[in-house]
């Protein structure tokens, strides 16, 4: 066989040809919606699943049970009441040390 040099051939779209399609792991991910669960009864399946959901950015929870691997599509989005509790008890625990003079008054 003889090889040879070829000019201006376009080169085709990414993810074009056999084996880049989704596999049923991946598609099954992308369809939980939070709340939703699903029983993998090896390791093997749970690593795919958990692997769909992080590669696709979706927020999972997942405990080993008697049966296998169960794994909960969580919402992943931290509540604004979260962010003020954190933020008052900061508040707080700096007036505290400011009111032993143990710190410097920086807030």
């Not at 049970?65 to 008890?89: C, E, I, L, Q």
Request: proline fraction near 6%.
């Amino acid at each position: 066989m003889t090889l040879k040099i070829e000019r201006n051939i376009p080169i085709p779209n990414r993810g074009s040809g056999p084996g880049r399609h989704a596999s049923e792991e991946t598609k099954l991910a992308r369809k939980m919606k939070p709340g939703d669960s699903i029983l993998c009864p090896n390791e093997v399946i749970y690593k795919r699943i958990i692997k769909a959901l992080s590669n696709n950015k979706l927020s999972y929870v997942s405990r080993r049970t008697d049966d296998g691997y169960r794994v909960w599509r969580v919402d992943g989005r931290k509540s604004k009441g979260a962010f003020v509790n954190h933020y008052a008890a900061e508040v707080r625990r700096k007036a505290q040390q400011l009111s032993n003079g143990r710190v410097a008054p920086t807030l």
